[in-house]
C-alpha cells in the first residue's frame, strides 16, 4: 500500500517561496508517475507538475518557469520548489502517484491517480 505525506506549506507574501515535500512508501518499485496538483473549495482539483520514473518533467503553464518538480529516489522524497508565489497559487497541494505513466499525457487527469496524500496548505498574501 503506497502512503504518502506531504509537508512545507506555509503562509508567505507574493514574491516568495516554498518547497514542499512528499515522503513516500509502500511501494517496491520506481514505475510511477508522481505529480502534484492543487485545490481551492469549490474548484476541481487541478494537476501543477508531474515527473516520470525516468526523470522526464511535466508542467501547467499557470506555473511553467516558477515551479519546478523533482525527486529522490533513494529518499522516496518528492519535491516541488515554488518561486515568485501569486496569490493566485494559495490553494491545498496534493501529492499524487500513478501507475500510468506521465508521458500518456494524462498525469493532469486526477482520475489515473490511485495515491494520494492528505495534503499541506499553501497561502499567498501580503
Known amino acids: 500500500q503506497v502512503q504518502l505525506v506531504e509537508s512545507g506549506g506555509d503562509s508567505v507574501q507574493p514574491g516568495g517561496s516554498l518547497r514542499l515535500s512528499c515522503a513516500a512508501s509502500?511501494?517496491?518499485?520506481?514505475?510511477?508517475?508522481m505529480a502534484w496538483f492543487r485545490q481551492i473549495p469549490g474548484k476541481d482539483r487541478e494537476g501543477v507538475a508531474a515527473i516520470d520514473s525516468d526523470g522526464t518533467a511535466y508542467s501547467a503553464d499557470s506555473v511553467k518557469g516558477r515551479f519546478t518538480i523533482s525527486k529522490d529516489n533513494l529518499s522516496k522524497t518528492l519535491y516541488l520548489q515554488m518561486n515568485s508565489l501569486k496569490p493566485e497559487d494559495t490553494a491545498m497541494y496534493y501529492c499524487?502517484?500513478?501507475?500510468?505513466?506521465?508521458?500518456?499525457?494524462?498525469?493532469?487527469?486526477?482520475?489515473?491517480?490511485?495515491?494520494w496524500g492528505q495534503g499541506t496548505q499553501v497561502t499567498v498574501s501580503s
Open positions: 499524487a502517484a500513478s501507475h500510468t505513466a506521465c508521458s500518456t499525457g494524462y498525469w493532469r487527469d486526477p482520475e489515473i491517480f490511485g495515491y
Open positions: 509502500g511501494y517496491t518499485n520506481e514505475n510511477y508517475c
